[in-house]
């Protein structure tokens, strides 16, 4: 018999799993609870469970689905994570302390599909999707390895959550159920390229997260040449599903946008910016483009130059003098290639 994963279990689905192994609902509830809210790894722990149901639990499912293969520590305070799969793959997760909270960076993929020109992960390739279990517990083996609990929530690292659709979903409920984290749904955000019927779907959930979209260009030709997924899903078509997501949400959206040299810091670039902020409820988050040379990127990827940070300073005010809300992101964890857009496994298959 093929053992079940709990972490992909919601609470509701652990006590319908606890029904069919002749368990009460009740000890669902005890186990979801040591999961969640105290953090045991291993069913051992678990002391209000039976020694027979223990056991049981250990011969017919799997409690943990990753397993920690380094941690690395930045001068900047950034911890990275890599975190090893079932099936041999490695993803890498981020914690970002700051003041008053601490956030982590989680992946949704193992690498990533979109083949973004200025993103590490693109540039490794795709393997899979993750399960919700492998998202879930990144975030519980990052609370082991922080001083204080993780405060938010950014869907940011590896992979296109939104690709990863059912799985980011499921993680999300699970993270903000009362009976689990129960995380403020404004601590979390999902970040995306750009899937029009999947942000449509996503308003719908009555999830209510923030949405983080990766810009980087108003400009349909240039998006496409920094991003081959605005090809076949356009800005226009984006712009129009982010529209009726901050509507349906009552939300805010953040527009990511990394600085390119001569690519996308133009006068052009601030008056383009400055229109689309203005036609949707919106933040703008510039980002410094941070060096994917660890990953000996070619073409078009390895002649990207960031933007002088004189420039980057000037583009910011000069958004800011036509009120748009600017959050100039410092870049942090790149000594250990930590930073955004460096994410990637360089030996995968090893």
């Not at 601590?187 to 942000?199: A, D, Y």
């Not at 009552?250 to 400055?274: C, H, P, Q, S, W």
Request: net charge neutral.
């Amino acid at each position: 018999m093929e053992k079940v994963i709990v972490k992909n279990f919601d609470l509701n689905e652990l006590r319908e799993y606890f029904e069919t192994i002749g368990e009460k609902k009740f000890r669902a509830d005890q186990v979801f609870n040591w999961i969640y809210n105290n953090n045991i790894s291993s069913y051992h722990d678990m002391l209000n469970i039976s020694k027979s149901l223990r056991t049981k639990l250990v011969e017919e499912t799997i409690l943990n689905v990753l397993e920690v293969v380094s941690l690395q520590d930045s001068g900047t305070g950034t911890k990275k994570m890599l975190l090893k799969t079932h099936d041999d793959k490695f993803i890498e997760s981020v914690i970002i302390p700051d003041e008053d909270r601490r956030t982590l960076c989680i992946s949704t993929q193992v690498g990533c599909p979109l083949d973004c020109k200025f993103c590490a992960t693109g540039q490794m390739g795709y393997y899979r999707n993750l399960s919700a279990a492998e998202i879930i517990e990144q975030y519980l083996i990052a609370e082991r390895n922080c001083d204080k609990n993780i405060t938010n929530i950014v869907y940011m690292g590896m992979g296109e959550p939104l690709v990863n659709f059912d799985a980011t979903l499921k993680s999300l409920k699970i993270f903000t159920a009362e009976e689990a984290r129960g995380l403020s749904r404004q601590r979390i955000t999902v970040s995306t390229s750009g899937f029009p019927h999947k942000i449509a779907e996503l308003a719908e959930s009555g999830l209510r997260v923030k949405l983080a979209f990766s810009l980087h260009s108003c400009f349909e030709d240039i998006r496409s040449e920094i991003m081959p997924i605005n090809k076949k899903y356009s800005l226009r078509e984006n712009v129009a599903a982010l529209k009726h997501y901050a509507q349906a949400t009552g939300t805010r959206i953040t527009f990511e946008y990394t600085m390119l040299k001569d690519i996308n810091d133009r006068n052009e670039d601030i008056r383009a910016i400055v229109k689309l902020c203005n036609s949707i409820p919106s933040k703008i988050n510039i980002i410094p483009y941070n060096s994917i040379e660890h990953t000996n990127p070619d073409g078009f990827s390895a002649d990207l130059k960031p933007t002088p940070t004189e420039r980057i300073e000037e583009f910011a005010n000069q958004l800011r003098n036509r009120n748009i809300t600017v959050m100039l992101r410092d870049t942090r964890g790149d000594d250990i290639s930590a930073a955004c857009g460096q994410l990637a496994v360089k030996n995968i298959k090893d």
